[in-house]
């Protein structure tokens, strides 16, 4: 095979750099492919990604229910005995047979009633309580029919499955929410948080409450009794099934989001922090970036095909927010992404980043 | 704030070998204001002229006064045949042009020269968009190529207009190339007044003055060919080797970026990261690097920059239709429509360049060259004028 430029023939050396190394001629991708196979080199393979895990089915865990009395965890026969009369160990009688009371921490049912929605779900407006303490954390739910929809988490309470319930209005939740304890995590103000009066520059918080199927901010379990800060387009997953993100620190003077991104295919939206969001598959370190990480989530839960986000490349391109206008650096991605806006006005209308497979929102 | 990038077709490449490659330099301007224009008339008054060629002369230039100048703008008028003087200072649209007399020989050094003193008397001014409209419609030796690079020095570009078929098109392109410009051919008298129209449109959107680009080369690497694209304009005669260069560029006009493809050859890449350049450009910097490595696996399965690729291609075809050789072009355009349906950019770039190819003319073509522009979203297109 010749150089279409200088004739020369063409090795494996000029494989590997995509170019003639007498020339300095560009092999286009046609011919990239035709020299492998001139060459005997197998054909690239579309990058694999790293898939978190998701369970329609939960890990099913012994039922147990501490013996009022003597503590004494109560499994198997003992439970058996428990649930016909009393404990085993102290002989500490059920006062509750005929009730419910052997649901393990993780598989609790959900209300499945709409009625039952408290006021949580009415709030739209995050508030200041009198004191100043702040009520409620506007999140984006990341999971599910619901996907990029707004919900209202409300502060220094322990949030469970009934809790959450109540937020994600839709049967499909009933079945995902089973791994959620009844007290699963606990949004808070971080305490370094400044708070004058009513004006507070607001970190938001994130405490797992001892929970059974665990708490997890970028991918990583957060334990102990201090709080982990949440910010823009970090991914809070809560017990495997339910993944969410910052829409708005709560506060009367709240850190706002510099634009919101939305990766059409799986409806997974987020903040972005600054004026950069980077969306390639994976970030500096080699782990996969958050977004791409919740939409790969999204997609199997959704059972659509995750392997579109395979089509953006590891190091695609970033997305800038330059003086209330949308540019985009592109790096090593295969395709040039296409954008499109409606108006062209600043600060107003959406913008619509095409890349083949894959397309995006960015809103301000 | 401007920002600039350099990228080679692929950024990573084997350890230990020397590299042949391609890269190319993208640049994103900040500013959306048009600059006032200043339009330096450098006119032919050679005995050609007489007659209806001075009358179309007289015409145009009333014209420009009278309907294209922008109260910011200004005109002044050279004028030469065998030996060339100033002939209006700078002036406003209200002001006066006085009329020519026509007689003599042709001496395109000597007007070129009388542009540099005149400039050179005013200085560079990049508040203002500076251009050169250089009409000839006859033979003359070729001027000094430095001298006519020069221009580029104080900001200003030039384009050059042949008229008639006694005007020399070969050495009127060279100039134009030269100074960063571009060349109108007007078969017939009638054509300046339109060509005059073209170039005064294109000044209208100028928004930054000839920027210079600061070239700092790494030790062992040599760049070549550096092409400033879509318009196909020769940034550098030769090879820029180890060292600093600072070089002129064409005008950026309204909502384009710029562009430039290069060859790029290195002695040697080591391995890990190797820098092999750095380009400044309207405050902006930018790093070329490639990182050595002898996993042969990540090479094969590194992607290859495709803006790269149709940027080097845009100039390959750019330069090879200045050539005139349409055979090969065609070829490389016929290579770059197989990134069509993988690269939207792709679509743009294939249409314009086979607009330009199959112009009626030479001089159509090489008008339609000079119109060609890149959008900030990397779309190729002919500016409407």
């Known amino acids: 095979m010749k150089c279409f430029d200088c004739n020369s023939s063409l090795s494996k050396i000029d494989l590997l750099n995509s170019s003639c190394q007498t020339c300095g001629e560009i092999l286009l991708p046609d011919d990239v ?36 009395n003597c503590n004494t965890p109560l499994m198997g026969d003992d439970l058996a005995n428990w649930e016909s009369g009393s404990c085993i160990y102290c002989g500490e009688p059920n006062n509750a047979i005929g009730s419910t009371t052997t649901q393990s921490d993780d598989i609790e049912p959900t209300p499945s009633h709409p009625d039952n929605r408290g006021s949580i779900a009415e709030d739209s407006e995050i508030r200041i309580s009198p004191d100043g303490e702040l009520d409620f954390c506007s999140m984006i739910i990341n999971v599910g029919p619901m996907v990029g929809q707004s919900i209202k988490i409300p502060m220094g309470k322990p949030i469970g499955r009934n809790e959450l319930a109540k937020l994600l209005n839709d049967p499909w939740y009933q079945g995902h929410l089973n791994r959620v304890s009844s007290e699963h ?125 395979a089509y953006i490349s590891r190091r695609h391109m970033e997305v800038i927010l330059d003086d209330g206008r949308i540019k985009v650096n592109t790096f090593e991605g295969k395709e040039e992404p296409e954008i499109n806006q409606n108006t062209g006005a600043k600060d107003v209308d959406p913008y619509f980043i095409t890349l083949g497979k894959n397309s995006f929102l960015v809103e301000f | 704030m401007p920002s600039i990038a350099a990228n080679l077709v692929k950024s990573v ?6 590299l042949n490659s391609r890269g190319a330099i993208t640049i994103h301007g900040d500013n959306e204001n048009e600059l006032p224009m200043d339009l330096l008339l450098v006119l032919d008054i050679s005995g050609s002229m007489s007659g209806e060629g001075e009358r179309v002369l007289l015409d145009s230039v009333v014209h420009t006064l009278d309907h294209l100048l922008r109260p910011t703008d200004r005109i002044a008028v050279i004028t030469f045949n065998n030996s060339a003087s100033l002939h209006s200072n700078w002036t406003d649209s209200n002001g006066t042009i006085p009329g020519f007399s026509t007689g003599g020989g042709t001496n395109f050094g000597s007007a070129i020269n009388e542009v540099l003193t005149f400039l050179g008397s005013h200085g560079r001014d990049d508040s203002r968009a500076g251009i050169v409209l250089f009409l000839s419609d006859g033979h003359s030796s070729m001027p000094n190529e430095e001298n006519v690079r020069t221009i580029t020095e104080f900001g200003f570009t030039m384009h050059t207009i042949g008229v008639t078929s006694g005007a020399n098109p070969t050495f009127l392109q060279n100039m134009a190339d030269l100074a960063r410009g571009f060349y109108f051919d007007a078969p017939g008298f009638n054509d300046v007044k339109k060509a005059f129209g073209s170039i005064f449109n294109y000044g209208k959107t100028v928004v930054y ?21 879509p318009q196909g304009v020769n940034i550098h005669e030769g090879d820029l080797k180890p060292g600093h260069h600072t070089l002129s560029l064409t005008h950026m006009v309204k909502d384009s970026r710029g562009e430039l493809a290069f060859k790029i050859s290195a002695d040697n890449v080591t391995d890990g990261d190797n820098l092999l350049a750095t380009f400044q450009c309207l405050g902006a910097k930018a790093e070329l690097r490639v990182r050595g490595t002898l996993d042969e696996t990540e090479l094969l399965e590194a992607p290859q920059n495709i803006d790269v690729t149709l940027i080097t291609k845009t100039g390959d075809v750019t330069t090879l239709l200045k050539k005139g050789d349409e055979h090969t072009a065609t070829k490389i355009i016929t290579q770059i429509k197989t990134l069509e349906n993988s690269h939207p950019g792709a679509s743009s770039v294939t249409k314009t360049l086979t607009e330009v190819k199959d112009a009626k003319s030479d001089g159509e073509r090489l008008e339609t060259l000079g119109r060609l522009t890149t959008t900030k979203d990397g779309k190729t297109k002919i500016r409407e004028d």
Not at chain 1, 187 to 210: A, H, S
Not at chain 1, 273 to 297: I, K, P, Y
Not at chain 2, 13 to 18: G, K, T, V, Y
């Open chain 1, 33 to 68: 492919d035709k020299l492998r196979q001139f060459l005997g080199v197998s054909a690239s393979k579309p990058p694999e990604i790293e898939n978190p895990v998701i369970e329609s089915t939960p890990e099913v865990i012994p039922d147990s229910v501490d013996c009022p």
């Open chain 1, 185 to 309: 995590f606990m949004v808070v103000i971080m305490p370094d948080t400044v708070i004058l009066e009513n004006y507070t520059n607001d970190k938001i918080g994130v405490m797992d409450l001892g929970s059974t199927n665990g708490t997890y901010i970028l991918g990583e379990r957060i334990t102990g009794t201090s709080a982990t800060e949440l910010r823009y387009g970090y991914d809070l997953n809560i017990g495997g099934n339910i993944q969410m993100t910052l829409e708005l620190a709560a506060g009367a003077n709240p850190i706002v989001a510099g634009f919101f991104i939305t990766h059409d295919q799986s409806g997974v939206r987020w903040g972005v922090e600054g004026n950069t969001q980077h969306l390639g598959r994976l970030d500096s370190n080699g782990e996969m970036e958050r977004w791409a990480a919740m939409a790969d989530l999204q997609l199997r839960a959704m059972a659509k095909d995750e392997s579109i986000i």
């Open chain 2, 13 to 18: 490449a084997l350890s230990n070998e020397p």
């Open chain 2, 209 to 229: 003055s000839a920027p210079d680009l600061d070239v700092e080369i790494s030790d062992g690497v040599v760049l070549s060919e550096l092409i400033q694209t």
